[in-house]
């Protein structure tokens, strides 16, 4: 059985902080994707990383892939309430192309 | 690009009735389309993986005949819930394949079974 972590599981900051969240597995990820969601909306795909070592930055938004391919990082700059959601980052299932999702990192920013 | 429509938003239905729901790819063809399942303040549930003109493969515990997907075009997969049960109320969300693992997610749906 994998196991899939996401740290911290809540996070409230003040608007222009920087935080990071991340992301542990026990197995390799075959790609990486991370996801945005918002309350009563589909997750937001926001970034594939798929070579160990890799690092993608979106805006203020850096993505960090391990050397492994086990465990991911996102870092984000200045944050603002618009950066507010939960953050997931689903492993990679044995067949059809399917990802297992975690219970993610529910992320506050407040003004 | 890579679009995924999802419709009704909200549907409200009585007990027994039955309700469909529809994903569509906008702007791209998806061989396979995911169906998911959401209660509050819980993490994404796979129900089952559809693919374009075979049968949909459902998780287990996931009963088949109560929740019928029918892929019958590359940009249209259809969830079809029957006999409706207040504990079918959920979130649920349809998301397309492009490439490799990448998933882009319908808005989703919500449903009350009164």
């Known amino acids: 059985t994998q196991l899939l972590e996401q740290s911290p599981q809540f996070l409230s900051i003040q608007e222009g902080e920087n935080l990071t969240v991340y992301c542990n597995s026990s197995s390799v990820f075959s790609s990486l994707q991370w996801y945005r969601q918002e309350p009563g909306e589909g997750p937001v795909l926001l970034v594939t990383?798929?070579?160990g070592g890799e690092v993608k930055k979106l805006k203020r938004l850096t993505f960090q892939f391990g050397d492994a391919r086990k465990d991911s990082s996102l870092h984000i700059t200045a944050a603002q309430p618009g950066d507010t959601g939960l953050y997931l980052c689903p492993q990679t299932g044995d067949s059809n192309y399917q990802l297992i999702w975690g219970a993610g990192t529910k992320l506050i920013i407040k003004p | 690009g890579a679009v995924v429509s999802q419709h009704p938003s909200r549907v409200i239905c009585k007990s027994g009735t039955s309700v469909k729901i529809e994903c569509r790819s906008l702007d791209f063809q998806a061989t396979t389309m995911f169906w998911y399942r959401q209660f509050p303040k819980q993490s994404l549930m796979l129900m089952a993986t559809?693919?374009?003109?075979?049968?949909?493969?459902?998780e287990q515990g996931v009963e088949k005949d109560k929740f019928l997907i029918n892929h019958a075009s590359l940009t249209l997969s259809t969830l079809t819930v029957t006999s409706a049960h207040p504990e079918d109320s959920s979130f649920y969300i349809c998301?397309?394949?492009?490439?490799?693992?990448?998933?882009?997610f319908g808005p989703g749906t919500r449903l009350t079974v009164t």
């Open positions: 998301s397309a394949r492009v490439t490799g693992h990448e998933q882009y």
């Open positions: 990383v798929v070579t």
């Open positions: 559809s693919n374009e003109g075979s049968k949909a493969t459902y």
